[in-house]
């Protein structure tokens, strides 16, 4: 029998030793101080502008050098942030914000209510929470240097939560010189307001990025709370470091030479709890769903059988069981609200059978006369779980008849190539897999997966007017349960056009050493604040 040299590792992983396979770290640092914090983060910061795109690597990027008006709480109610007072009129029209003393750009120069004003116009470009704001004012402007108002046409009782929200892309103010341009075109200038300043020195694109405490910054003097209270920096730099390869992560965290990794996959799971200098910790409790985005611009998925021929084939079970394989990790999904939310429910989910049903897959591809169109499905070769997950795709598309083809590249890539509408031998797509907040599905005016407004939409571009009258409703439905009702029309429009295809629900633990601790557990973002080394 011939062992192999990833087995080899494997059996030593399983065993608590520590890997003799040489660290990518060992020749380029010394074992951390305590001051500084080393993590081996998922993804590939390569576009830095967090309005720009919606990957989490820079939604992270962003949450660390920027600030924002209101915060989420830990029992996920908007707090006030960079704002220091509000109000609104008594018909709910006129709201009014008064920035709070002490925020100053990492330039020197102070923030003010034009750069909140422009930051807002921005973000509003192609955030479907911002768009719901922008039909319904009259006037966003500024009055003084401190103080902004938002003037609407009709009461929007949301608006809050809008601004608050933590499904990307997240409302990061940004300086007026920044934030003047087209959310199309990306900010380069990595300039904030927030607790951390990014090193441009140090920066080595592939193999890390540099944060440095910012001592200007001045926290709100309540304490922590989720996302909300006092951004308290408790450590002097984290370095971000690109590795990806998790057993070498793996090796690296058990030598002390990072603290901690974002996305460990599940089958180094046992070997992280045998360790007794390592912890696997849950930050988002509601975990995360698998989403496959489907590309209803071009062929073969501009029609609708060709969708629901997804819908069938795809066979929760064995995805999860490539994504997450302990069964206490991953479960099954089928509502477009998620598991976790109030909004969940069973509406039109007749399609969902374990195993899948790929008969009744190949034929819905055949009334949808599909000719053997080349299907690419866009591969990440440095999120573990995705890349199986889409290899898994491929081989279950091949069985039907379907030509998958897959196209491997670093997650950057994707971001890249996503935005591309265009057919395949142009360098398009058909297919891509992500994930996002599990929480975030119960707010369909804020989460990306949930638009269906065509160009306006995220990618994938669903179109569906019907869908989209009722999800302009939310915004004025006022009782929990009338939301309910709505949730349920809503999703079984989704399901009969399909929007996307969910491949499951995944509770994903990050792994740190001990010795670091503090770590904020809240949805979709990784906070850097708080956390301190023993």
Same mark, same amino acid.
């Given at each position: 029998?011939?062992?192999?040299?990833?087995?080899?590792?494997?059996?030593?992983?399983?065993?608590?030793?520590?890997?003799?396979?040489?660290?990518?770290?060992?020749?380029?640092?010394?074992?951390?101080?305590?001051?500084?914090?080393?993590?081996?983060?998922?993804?590939?910061?390569?576009?830095?502008?967090?309005?720009?795109?919606?990957?989490?690597?820079?939604?992270?990027?962003?949450?660390?050098?920027?600030?924002?008006?209101?915060?989420?709480?830990?029992?996920?109610?908007?707090?006030?942030?960079?704002?220091?007072?509000?109000?609104?009129?008594?018909?709910?029209?006129?709201?009014?914000?008064?920035?709070?003393?002490?925020?100053?750009?990492?330039?020197?120069?102070?923030?003010?209510?034009?750069?909140?004003?422009?930051?807002?116009?921005?973000?509003?470009?192609?955030?479907?929470?911002?768009?719901?704001?922008?039909?319904?004012?009259?006037?966003?402007?500024?009055?003084?240097?401190?103080?902004?108002?938002?003037?609407?046409?009709?009461?929007?009782?949301?608006?809050?939560?809008?601004?608050?929200?933590?499904?990307?892309?997240?409302?990061?103010?940004?300086?007026?010189?920044?934030?003047?341009?087209?959310?199309?075109?990306?900010?380069?200038?990595?300039?904030?307001?927030?607790?951390?300043?990014?090193?441009?020195?140090?920066?080595?694109?592939?193999?890390?990025?540099?944060?440095?405490?910012?001592?200007?910054?001045?926290?709100?003097?309540?304490?922590?709370?989720?996302?909300?209270?006092?951004?308290?920096?408790?450590?002097?730099?984290?370095?971000? %470091?690109?590795?990806?390869?998790? +057993?070498?992560?793996?090796? *690296?965290?058990? =030598? /002390? !030479?990072?603290?901690? $990794?974002?996305? &460990?996959?599940?089958?180094?799971?046992?070997?992280?709890?045998?360790?007794?200098?390592?912890?696997?910790?849950?930050?988002?409790?509601?975990?995360?769903?698998?989403?496959?985005?489907?590309?209803?611009?071009?062929?073969?998925?501009?029609?609708?059988?060709?969708?629901?021929?997804?819908?069938?084939?795809?066979?929760?079970?064995?995805?999860?069981?490539?994504?997450?394989?302990?069964?206490?990790?991953?479960?099954?999904?089928?509502?477009?609200?998620?598991?976790?939310?109030?909004?969940?429910?069973?509406?039109?989910?007749?399609?969902?059978?374990?195993?899948? %049903?790929?008969?009744?897959?190949? +034929?819905?591809?055949?009334? *949808?006369?599909? =000719? /053997? !169109?080349?299907?690419? $499905?866009?591969? &990440?070769?440095?999120?573990?779980s995705a890349s199986n997950a889409a290899q898994l795709l491929a081989v279950t598309l091949r069985k039907i008849g379907v030509n998958a083809e897959l196209a491997p590249s670093d997650w950057g890539g994707i971001v890249a190539r996503r935005a591309n509408k265009g057919p395949t031998e142009s360098g398009g797509w058909n297919m891509f897999i992500t994930d996002d907040s599990d929480f975030v599905q119960g707010d369909p005016i804020a989460a990306p997966f949930l638009s269906a407004n065509g160009d306006k939409a995220w990618y994938g571009w669903p179109k569906n007017e019907e869908y989209e009258a009722l999800r302009a409703k939310w915004a004025d439905v006022d009782t929990l349960e009338k939301r309910k009702v709505l949730a349920r029309k809503m999703q079984r429009l989704w399901w009969d056009f399909v929007g996307d295809v969910r491949l499951g629900q995944i509770i994903a633990p990050k792994a740190r050493r001990k010795t670091l601790t503090g770590l904020i557990e809240m949805p979709q973002l990784i906070a850097m604040w708080?956390?301190?080394?023993?």
């Amino acid at each position: 029998m011939r062992i192999s040299r990833r087995d080899l590792v494997k059996m030593g992983l399983a065993a608590g030793t520590a890997l003799s396979m040489p660290s990518v770290l060992r020749a380029q640092t010394t074992p951390v101080g305590d001051r500084t914090v080393r993590m081996a983060m998922t993804g590939d910061l390569s576009v830095f502008d967090p309005i720009f795109t919606t990957a989490d690597i820079t939604a992270n990027h962003g949450l660390a050098i920027y600030d924002t008006l209101f915060s989420l709480d830990s029992k996920l109610m908007p707090q006030p942030q960079m704002v220091g007072r509000w109000g609104v009129s008594d018909d709910k029209r006129t709201y009014t914000f008064e920035l709070r003393d002490g925020l100053g750009w990492h330039d020197g120069t102070p923030v003010t209510a034009a750069d909140c004003v422009a930051s807002i116009r921005r973000w509003a470009q192609v955030d479907s929470g911002g768009q719901v704001i922008m039909e319904r004012a009259s006037d966003i402007s500024k009055k003084d240097d401190k103080t902004f108002t938002i003037a609407l046409k009709e009461p929007l009782g949301v608006l809050i939560d809008l601004l608050a929200k933590v499904s990307e892309p997240c409302l990061f103010i940004m300086r007026e010189t920044d934030a003047i341009r087209p959310a199309t075109e990306q900010v380069t200038a990595n300039i904030g307001s927030g607790p951390f300043k990014f090193n441009h020195a140090l920066a080595k694109p592939g193999a890390n990025f540099t944060y440095d405490r910012n001592d200007e910054y001045v926290p709100r003097s309540e304490a922590p709370e989720g996302f909300a209270g006092g951004k308290v920096v408790k450590v002097d730099r984290v370095i971000w %470091d690109s590795i990806a390869d998790q +057993q070498t992560a793996l090796a *690296a965290l058990q =030598a /002390g !030479e990072i603290d901690f $990794i974002s996305g &460990p996959p599940a089958d180094l799971f046992a070997a992280i709890e045998s360790d007794p200098s390592l912890a696997l910790q849950v930050l988002d409790k509601a975990g995360t769903d698998m989403c496959l985005r489907i590309n209803h611009l071009q062929k073969p998925f501009d029609n609708v059988k060709a969708r629901q021929a997804m819908l069938h084939l795809v066979d929760q079970q064995a995805f999860l069981r490539v994504i997450s394989p302990d069964p206490k990790y991953g479960h099954a999904v089928t509502s477009i609200f998620g598991n976790s939310t109030l909004y969940s429910n069973d509406e039109n989910t007749g399609w969902y059978k374990k195993g899948g %049903d790929p008969e009744r897959a190949k +034929q819905l591809f055949q009334e *949808a006369a599909y =000719a /053997g !169109e080349k299907v690419v $499905i866009l591969q &990440p070769t440095n999120w573990a779980s995705a890349s199986n997950a889409a290899q898994l795709l491929a081989v279950t598309l091949r069985k039907i008849g379907v030509n998958a083809e897959l196209a491997p590249s670093d997650w950057g890539g994707i971001v890249a190539r996503r935005a591309n509408k265009g057919p395949t031998e142009s360098g398009g797509w058909n297919m891509f897999i992500t994930d996002d907040s599990d929480f975030v599905q119960g707010d369909p005016i804020a989460a990306p997966f949930l638009s269906a407004n065509g160009d306006k939409a995220w990618y994938g571009w669903p179109k569906n007017e019907e869908y989209e009258a009722l999800r302009a409703k939310w915004a004025d439905v006022d009782t929990l349960e009338k939301r309910k009702v709505l949730a349920r029309k809503m999703q079984r429009l989704w399901w009969d056009f399909v929007g996307d295809v969910r491949l499951g629900q995944i509770i994903a633990p990050k792994a740190r050493r001990k010795t670091l601790t503090g770590l904020i557990e809240m949805p979709q973002l990784i906070a850097m604040w708080n956390m301190q080394k023993a």
